[in-house]
Every structure is written in structure tokens, then in C-alpha cells.
């Protein structure tokens, strides 16, 4: 018999897709051709990854609403990961001012937004 996997960390990463931090639309294939490069690195480092998409709100800076499409990447490990520097990939990646990321660990939760200027 094989012994189940315990994992007791779980990462997510909640970024927008509707458009850029330069407010441009993206191409529905070229949201597709990120979403599959970000589960390849987040996979990469965390030995897998899962993605939901979803609709969601925020607030700019400027107090403009912003609604839009999104995903939340999901992954899991059995020891910590440094998921902030990985926020800051995502976030150049997608072109985003910011990811926000949520970490549950044995000592609770955490949630944090990551802006990709954070770290070279």
C-alpha cells in the first residue's frame, strides 16, 4: 500500500485577466497562452497546480471600480515556498500592478497583495 501524500501548505494566487495594468483587453488566446505558462511555473515549483477562472472587483488607487475576469491558481506542498517571489513572476507576467496571494499554513492563514515592482 502507498502512503498518502500529506501536504500541509496551501498556496493561491489570485491575479486579474480582464486587462493589463495598462488597461488593454486581453485576447482570449492570449490570456490562454499565460494561464498555461503560469501553471507550467507555479507546477515547476511546487510539483503541481491548479486553476479556476472567475469574476471579480477591485478597487484602483484612484477609487475606480474595477470589474473583471480572473483566475486563482491553487497549489499545494509539503514544506514552505517562497510564494511572494513567485507572485512577483505572475504579476510581470500577466503585466499586472499586483497579484494577491493566500497562503494557509499550520500557523493560519495569510493573505498578502504582491506588486511586481515588490522584487528584481
Known amino acids: 500500500m502507498v502512503n498518502p501524500q500529506l501536504y500541509a501548505y496551501r498556496t493561491e494566487w489570485h491575479i486579474g485577466i480582464g486587462e493589463d495594468s495598462e488597461g488593454m483587453p486581453y485576447l482570449e488566446d492570449e ?10 511555473h507555479v507546477s515547476r515549483e511546487y510539483g ?12 484602483d488607487p484612484s477609487g475606480r471600480l474595477i470589474v473583471e475576469s480572473g483566475i486563482t ?26 497579484v494577491l496571494v493566500a497562503k494557509f499554513e499550520p500557523q493560519g492563514f ?7 515592482s515588490t522584487l528584481p
Open 31 to 40: 490570456a490562454q497562452a499565460m494561464i498555461r505558462s503560469a501553471l507550467e
Open 73 to 98: 491558481i491553487v497549489a499545494y506542498s509539503e514544506h514552505p515556498k517562497d510564494a511572494e517571489q513567485t507572485a512577483v513572476r505572475l504579476c510581470r507576467l500577466f503585466r499586472q500592478t499586483a
Open 110 to 116: 495569510m493573505a498578502k497583495c504582491i506588486y511586481g
Open 48 to 59: 503541481g497546480a491548479s486553476v479556476t477562472r472567475q469574476q471579480g472587483a477591485w478597487v
